[in-house]
């Protein structure tokens, strides 16, 4: 059998001296020569596992790039799959193929065997890609459709009844597996939407929707009624919208949910967002600013006052971009209060307020208070009316930082907004500092992108920055793989259109310019509209000219 050493260096995966490196610090500490080479960052954990693979005569699988039958997932249930980090990938020469994490786990071997009737013959996976597909492949759909088939409530059911019910085993059980899943699924709304016939469920994945199952409708006020209940909504009141908030823990993380309900024709929709408190921790540079527009950005937070938007239309990110400017922005030494409706992540070493429109303490009243907290920077979740809008320009003209988001399409229109609210022309331009528009586009995905050449025309049509005459540039587009559940996106990525508000800018905020106005002078002063920012990241080969037209006009 030929030495791990040897495979590695065969396969030019390391060089003598990395080799010698990690040999002497396996000699010293007694840790294995292969998880050395994969801390000190010269292999991969998928690299090691293959020559590891490859050392004991067995083939590797990469499951995030593999074409895995469901038939064979579905011979072996998921716990068995992750107690031995094992998964059915498909058939070969007769023989069911498993993918292994430990290839010499006779117990799993026999259990596999003795369950599916099938002989196994082991290829190996890294444990965490391995378990990463348990997770997508070993779906919750059967289990959801054997629980929806199992228990049943009418509408009309009395109000004791259905209390009953909700706190049982199966109903539980559906309503956890519908959120856990959701989250698995990278979802950041989970949509359940009551019909005539049936209740759907959609889940949406990098900003759009996608159907994950339909149910009888027999289950739905059961399955709204238990979610009510985890939220501590009124389950007696069906006629008007409420809402809630919900805490559930799934791979020992604590995940909040937002929850909205909204009577319809056919019964309550429930909308939950999956509040991620590890978005609240992101850095700004985490969010695909270009160099540029970071370093006009940056120019306008650092400052000790003045307002600074951040514009955009719901779910554009607009929120995950002022929590990252707060944790840019704050110190030990200075105070920082929120005024958020609602507070959508908590935040340590940060004053949050929560809106409450019932008691009368609204987004001007507690500015109103606020101000009078000695506040250094101040975070209003939405300016939304002249009072608050008044407000906020006042304390941003007394000293204070402020930031706050508003709903236009573009960076420009946000001075004629809040002229249009009200505030003095004058005020607007010696208050804003700084606007911020944004939208989020899908990124491509890594691992199935590929290459083309766009005809003259195509470019042409997306107003891509292409002269006609110039040489054709080699664009990606979205191809679709296991990885990314077919769709060729994984993820996604901000665009940004940085205003600063400039001598010039405040001169025509004065005079009652249009948006259209400002924003020429803007751009001709360096500010990159959201389009110009999409087609540079559609050059960079991370995102597609179909996605940057989807979400930008």
């Given at each position: 059998m030929k030495q791990l050493a040897e495979i590695l260096l065969d396969g030019g995966l390391v060089d003598e001296a990395q080799l010698a490196a990690a040999y002497d610090v396996h000699q010293r500490e007694g840790r294995s020569l292969g998880r050395v080479l994969v801390e000190h960052g010269v292999l991969s954990e998928a690299q090691l596992v293959a020559a590891l693979a490859h050392q004991i005569g067995l083939p590797f699988v990469d499951l995030t790039d593999y074409n895995v039958d469901g038939s064979a997932v579905a011979l072996v249930p998921a716990a068995v799959c992750r107690r031995h980090a094992v998964l059915p990938i498909g058939y070969e020469d007769g023989k069911l193929l498993l993918a292994m994490a430990?290839?010499?786990?006779?117990?799993?071997?026999?259990?596999?065997?003795?369950?599916?009737?099938?002989?196994?013959?082991?290829?190996?996976?890294?444990?965490?890609?391995?378990?990463?597909?348990?997770?997508?492949?070993?779906?919750?759909?059967?289990?959801?459709?054997?629980?929806?088939?199992?228990?049943?409530?009418?509408?009309?059911d009395d109000l004791g009844r259905l209390k009953e019910v909700v706190e049982e085993a199966p109903i539980v059980k559906y309503v956890n597996l519908l959120i856990t899943q959701a989250i698995q699924d990278r979802a950041s709304d989970i949509h359940i939407e009551p019909g005539e016939h049936e209740l759907r469920v959609r889940y949406r994945i990098d900003g759009v929707l996608h159907d994950v199952m339909r149910s009888p409708r027999s289950i739905q006020s059961g399955v709204i009624s238990r979610l009510k209940i985890m939220a501590d909504i009124d389950i007696s009141e069906r006629r008007i919208?409420?809402?809630?908030?919900?805490?559930?823990?799934?791979?020992?993380?604590?995940?909040?949910?937002?929850?909205?309900?909204?009577?319809?024709?056919?019964?309550?929709?429930?909308?939950?967002?999956?509040?991620?408190?590890?978005?609240?921790?992101?850095?700004?540079?985490?969010?695909?600013?270009?160099?540029?527009?970071?370093?006009?950005?940056?120019a306008s937070f650092t400052k000790p006052y003045g307002m600074i938007l951040v514009t955009g239309p719901t779910g554009?990110?607009?929120?995950?971009?002022?929590?990252?400017?707060?944790?840019?922005?704050?110190?030990?030494?200075i105070n920082v209060i929120t005024v958020e409706d609602p507070v959508e992540y908590r935040l340590p070493g940060i004053n949050q307020v929560q809106v409450n429109t019932k008691a009368g303490l609204t987004f001007a009243a507690a500015l109103r208070s606020i101000l009078r907290s000695d506040p250094d920077v101040v975070l209003v979740g939405e300016i939304r009316d002249h009072e608050t809008a008044q407000i906020a320009v006042e304390a941003a003209l007394t000293g204070h930082l402020v930031l706050s988001t508003l709903h236009t399409n573009d960076a420009p229109s946000a001075i004629t907004r809040l002229t249009e609210m009200g505030i003095e022309p004058f005020l607007v331009g010696s208050a804003l500092d700084c606007v911020l528009a944004q939208r989020l586009a899908r990124r491509l995905c890594a691992k199935c992108k590929e290459p083309y050449e766009p005809t003259p025309e195509e470019l042409l049509a997306a107003r891509y920055p292409w002269i006609p005459g110039q040489e054709v540039p080699t664009l990606h587009r979205a191809a679709g793989c296991?990885?990314?559940?077919?769709?060729?996106?994984?993820?996604?990525?901000?665009?940004?259109?940085?205003?600063?508000?400039?001598?010039?800018?405040?001169?025509?905020?004065?005079q009652r310019a249009s948006s259209t106005d400002i924003g020429s002078v803007a751009g001709r002063e360096g500010?990159?509209?959201?389009?110009?920012?999409?087609m540079a990241k559609v050059r960079d080969g991370v995102t597609s000219i179909e996605e940057i037209l989807r979400v930008v006009a």
């Amino acid at each position: 059998m030929k030495q791990l050493a040897e495979i590695l260096l065969d396969g030019g995966l390391v060089d003598e001296a990395q080799l010698a490196a990690a040999y002497d610090v396996h000699q010293r500490e007694g840790r294995s020569l292969g998880r050395v080479l994969v801390e000190h960052g010269v292999l991969s954990e998928a690299q090691l596992v293959a020559a590891l693979a490859h050392q004991i005569g067995l083939p590797f699988v990469d499951l995030t790039d593999y074409n895995v039958d469901g038939s064979a997932v579905a011979l072996v249930p998921a716990a068995v799959c992750r107690r031995h980090a094992v998964l059915p990938i498909g058939y070969e020469d007769g023989k069911l193929l498993l993918a292994m994490a430990d290839p010499g786990n006779v117990f799993a071997l026999d259990d596999v065997r003795s369950m599916t009737g099938w002989e196994p013959r082991p290829v190996v996976a890294t444990r965490d890609d391995l378990l990463a597909a348990v997770d997508r492949l070993c779906r919750a759909e059967a289990d959801l459709d054997d629980l929806g088939s199992s228990f049943a409530v009418e509408e009309e059911d009395d109000l004791g009844r259905l209390k009953e019910v909700v706190e049982e085993a199966p109903i539980v059980k559906y309503v956890n597996l519908l959120i856990t899943q959701a989250i698995q699924d990278r979802a950041s709304d989970i949509h359940i939407e009551p019909g005539e016939h049936e209740l759907r469920v959609r889940y949406r994945i990098d900003g759009v929707l996608h159907d994950v199952m339909r149910s009888p409708r027999s289950i739905q006020s059961g399955v709204i009624s238990r979610l009510k209940i985890m939220a501590d909504i009124d389950i007696s009141e069906r006629r008007i919208p409420q809402d809630g908030r919900l805490s559930v823990s799934t791979g020992g993380q604590k995940i909040d949910l937002r929850v909205a309900t909204l009577p319809t024709v056919w019964g309550e929709k429930v909308v939950m967002r999956i509040l991620d408190n590890s978005t609240a921790r992101l850095a700004l540079s985490d969010l695909g600013f270009t160099d540029e527009n970071f370093t006009r950005y940056s120019a306008s937070f650092t400052k000790p006052y003045g307002m600074i938007l951040v514009t955009g239309p719901t779910g554009s990110g607009k929120s995950t971009t002022l929590y990252a400017t707060l944790n840019l922005v704050a110190r030990p030494e200075i105070n920082v209060i929120t005024v958020e409706d609602p507070v959508e992540y908590r935040l340590p070493g940060i004053n949050q307020v929560q809106v409450n429109t019932k008691a009368g303490l609204t987004f001007a009243a507690a500015l109103r208070s606020i101000l009078r907290s000695d506040p250094d920077v101040v975070l209003v979740g939405e300016i939304r009316d002249h009072e608050t809008a008044q407000i906020a320009v006042e304390a941003a003209l007394t000293g204070h930082l402020v930031l706050s988001t508003l709903h236009t399409n573009d960076a420009p229109s946000a001075i004629t907004r809040l002229t249009e609210m009200g505030i003095e022309p004058f005020l607007v331009g010696s208050a804003l500092d700084c606007v911020l528009a944004q939208r989020l586009a899908r990124r491509l995905c890594a691992k199935c992108k590929e290459p083309y050449e766009p005809t003259p025309e195509e470019l042409l049509a997306a107003r891509y920055p292409w002269i006609p005459g110039q040489e054709v540039p080699t664009l990606h587009r979205a191809a679709g793989c296991p990885a990314c559940a077919r769709t060729g996106y994984k993820g996604r990525l901000a665009l940004h259109e940085v205003m600063a508000v400039t001598e010039d800018v405040e001169r025509l905020a004065v005079q009652r310019a249009s948006s259209t106005d400002i924003g020429s002078v803007a751009g001709r002063e360096g500010m990159r509209r959201l389009r110009e920012d999409g087609m540079a990241k559609v050059r960079d080969g991370v995102t597609s000219i179909e996605e940057i037209l989807r979400v930008v006009a």
